[in-house]
């Protein structure tokens, strides 16, 4: 192939990926699956690699790429990036329009939700990206560029001819249940969490290496030009255009014909607050001629055409009674708020997280202190901050403990972490937590062994190590508080069912850093045995597809490790099954499936086995690569997004007939 031909066929690449990354990440409507995307993508990176003179910055081979920076450089916005004035009733509101009236007549607004994110500015020159910055005092902001490129709903390279040469605003977020996904594989992986979604965006944007940036789930919706070298004329146009260039625009905007009309459509807005996937914390209003955002003007701090109306916000003010600090499975020490009885958003709120001991001493909370607690949708309530107006002198802060405070043995902090842990393997604590993720319904299932049981079992002494859990006789478990002949029975018979789960379970129960039910599934499927598993090598995992660096490195230091080498052939001993079946029909090989919604003839753990024992897989969440989507009772959102992107969605019955 000549030199023309190869450049020819980068640029068809380069457009048909392009295409495809719009079709998933702006429409939500995928025409290739994630195999055939990553064909494509591959076969681009290897001609832009023999022919690395004709690869460019809009490629998207490009979106993520580079050695980690040093630093973030400071640039300057084409335009300042001004803040909005805050109102907090309608008729401030109405004052607001009465101010505008002033200056103009025959007012058109455009309304829309306001997103809680953080705010970036993105340029384009000729249609290509070439920069994206943080809001920063308004008129410079970091050069964020690099990790902007992996967040997929940006387009490196601008569609149509409309829009060339601009300057766009924007709010990058994390969505809800991304956000909730991502803390749950944290916690899982023994790894530290964040504190709400707002947070996680704006620590992702701050991040160093883009490469750490790309796995967190970060999207954005873009909502205004801010410079742009064709006349535009309304805000309304200024989107459409915006859509057309291939941005992603919030479906709630909305043009209103007067500040009426706003006001209706604000309370319409606040209403569907809990039902999106993102936070809102208010909405918009923006005067829609472009004519009149130049004859309103600003000040030096906000524009005069437009306004933010905040909604209500699910906070409330309470005492600050103690700070308990729990010690998870893996070692690490939580603070947490035990809080004075109060009401959040219509629940009430007893407990709030305070996330880490940095967060701690950066928000400066003590107890004793009236603190403000916040709660977003479902998401575990916050303590946002302390109100220092009510200090009487005799609050008192925690501080990290020296020692554990369960086991009293040193804490140990590394350099790269936040994370403070017990390295106590025979932690209490820390016993206690890993006895209930090995007995949780993802991994072997025990049913009525939950941790009010773990600790009367731990308390009574009859157990100090996972595998004393089969050692439990019917004399011991009716000498605990609450058990009579039947529960006790109930308890054995599921014990003694949970030797028999499959080998995925297994690895998932065993608790291995940064290995989750995903991984667990991926490893059973290529070894044979747990004791094949164990003799592998680091270099051999990381070759693995799915698996990362970080768990290869943690399964063979977990299997080099003689307590956990005793505690396999202790369950080995006991007659735990340590290897995979033989698998006579694979018709599901590798065939993703996600649960909506309760089943109602079959347990889900009982469904996820019948589909790993014929090759497939169970995913946790969404995505364009999901085979089937099976629709139980009471669906969540995860059937929304399923139809959005067009997934095969089947029935309780049609999904019996598939695995028979």
């Not at 993508?41 to 003179?53: A, D, F, M």
């Not at 809990?274 to 829609?288: E, I, M, Q, R, T």
């Amino acid at each position: 192939m000549g030199k023309e031909q190869i450049k020819k066929e980068i640029q068809k690449l380069r457009e048909e990926l392009d295409f495809h990354n719009y079709k998933y990440y702006i429409e939500n409507s995928p025409i290739i699956s994630d195999y055939e995307y990553d064909q494509l993508l591959k076969k681009l990176e290897k001609l832009e690699k023999e022919n690395p003179e004709l690869k460019t910055a809009d490629s998207p081979t490009q979106r993520v790429g580079g050695q980690p920076l040093e630093g973030f450089e400071t640039v300057e916005h084409m335009v300042p990036m001004l803040s909005l004035a805050n109102t907090y009733t309608y008729d401030e509101l109405r004052d607001f329009d009465k101010r505008v009236k002033k200056y103009v007549l025959d007012v058109e607004y455009v309304v829309e939700p306001k997103i809680d994110g953080a705010g970036i500015a993105l340029l384009y020159k000729n249609g290509i990206f070439i920069r994206g910055a943080t809001r920063g005092d308004g008129k410079k902001g970091d050069d964020i560029t690099q990790n902007l490129k992996t967040i997929h709903s940006i387009p490196l390279r601008l569609r149509g001819n409309v829009l060339k040469n601009v300057e766009v605003r924007g709010e990058v977020y994390m969505s809800i249940s991304g956000f909730k996904k991502y803390n749950s594989e944290q916690e899982k992986k023994g790894e530290m969490v964040f504190a709400n979604p707002r947070n996680a965006s704006a620590g992702s944007l701050r991040q160093l290496d883009p490469s750490i940036v790309s796995k967190r789930p970060l999207d954005i919706f873009v909502y205004f030009v801010s410079y742009s070298d064709i006349d535009l004329k309304t805000q309304e146009n200024a989107l459409n255009a915006l859509k057309e260039a291939g941005f992603r625009i919030n479906p709630l905007v909305k043009k209103v014909k007067d500040i009426e009309e706003a006001i209706k459509y604000c309370e319409k807005l606040e209403k569907l607050r809990d039902s999106l996937d993102y936070d809102v914390d208010g909405a918009v209003l923006k005067v829609n001629s472009l004519v009149q955002h130049k004859i309103l003007g600003e000040t030096s701090k906000n524009p005069r055409w437009s306004i933010s109306y905040k909604f209500t916000a699910k906070q409330s003010t309470t005492r600050l009674n103690n700070i308990d600090i729990q010690v998870g499975r893996t070692g690490v020490l939580t603070p947490v708020a035990i809080l004075e009885p109060v009401e959040v958003g219509g629940v009430t709120v007893s407990r709030a997280t305070l996330h880490n001991f940095d967060e701690l001493k950066r928000k400066d909370i003590r107890v004793g202190d009236y603190v403000l607690v916040e709660r977003s949708g479902d998401v575990i309530p916050q303590v946002v901050q302390s109100i220092k107006e009510k200090r009487t002198g005799e609050e008192k802060s925690k501080i990290i403990p020296k020692k554990c405070p369960i086991c009293q043995t040193e804490i140990i902090r590394s350099e790269d972490e936040v994370a403070v842990r017990c390295p106590n393997k025979y932690c209490p604590a820390r016993l206690k937590w890993r006895i209930r993720y090995f007995a949780s319904r993802d991994a072997m299932d025990i049913n009525h062994l939950g941790e009010s049981t773990i600790d009367k079992l731990l308390n009574a002494g009859f157990i100090d190590n996972i595998s004393d859990i089969y050692s439990l006789r019917k004399e011991d478990i009716l000498k605990l508080e609450g058990f009579k002949d039947k529960s006790a029975e109930n308890l054995l018979e599921s014990i003694e069912r949970s030797k028999k789960q499959d080998l995925s379970r297994l690895i998932y129960g065993l608790g291995i850093r940064h290995v989750g039910k995903y991984a667990s599934q991926i490893l059973a499927r290529k070894y044979t045995s747990i004791d094949e598993l164990a003799k592998t090598t680091e270099e051999e995992l990381k070759q693995i597809d799915g698996l990362g660096d970080k768990s290869a490195e943690a399964i063979v230091t977990f299997f080099a490790t003689e307590e956990n080498i005793a505690l396999i052939k202790k369950l080995k001993d006991i007659g735990v099954k340590t290897k995979a079946e033989k698998k006579q029909n694979l018709k599901l090989q590798n065939k993703k499936f996600v649960f909506t919604g309760g089943l109602s003839t079959i347990s889900r753990p009982e469904a996820s086995d019948l589909i790993k024992q014929k090759g497939g897989i169970i995913a946790s969440s969404i995505s364009k690569d999901i085979d089937y989507v099976i629709l139980g009772d009471k669906p969540g959102s995860n059937l929304d997004k399923a139809k959005k992107l067009n997934l095969k969605i089947i029935d309780e019955d049609e999904f019996k007939k598939l695995v028979s």
